[in-house]
């Protein structure tokens, strides 16, 4: 939606998931001697730790662009990341994690030339995850 991400949140079906998977127990962040029920601290069950979602920045932008506008806006993102998978599927060196983006999310590797061609066994994987490519300048 193009929100700053303090306007973000995430909401799910399972009550705990969130606190497994963000808990660090931080005595320094999550003191249990307050004065009320700790168990309302959202803190343990945010990316951003303690901070509250920052809704009237959404507010604003909802009556800035309106529904339709929004619709649009995530239409046109929909969009945007099939043409990418495209353009990574049509590339030589550039794989996708997944055959689909989820979402619009677009996963990929750049392969470099000295692993094309390889096995993708263990050793592949290993010096796959060392490659970090600065600056792609290839076209389709």
């Not at 303090?6 to 079906?13: E, Y």
């Not at 963000?22 to 901070?51: E, M, N, W």
Request: aromatic share 12%.
């Amino acid at each position: 939606m193009s929100a700053p991400q303090q306007c973000s949140v995430f909401l799910t079906r399972k009550p705990n998931i969130l606190s497994m998977a963000h808990s660090a127990s931080a005595a320094y962040l999550f003191q249990p001697d307050k004065f009320y029920d700790t168990r309302f601290d959202v803190g343990d069950k945010h990316i951003q730790c303690g901070r509250r979602a920052d809704v009237f920045k959404l507010w604003l932008m909802w009556k800035a662009k309106g529904t339709e506008g929004l619709e649009r806006h995530i239409n046109h993102l929909f969009d945007v990341s099939q043409y990418f998978t495209e353009m990574i599927r049509c590339r030589p060196g550039w794989e996708l994690v997944l055959r689909e983006p989820q979402c619009t999310n677009v996963c990929f590797w750049f392969v470099p030339p000295s692993l094309r061609g390889l096995p993708q066994d263990h050793e592949y994987n290993q010096r796959l995850h060392k490659v970090s490519l600065i600056s792609p300048r290839v076209t389709c």
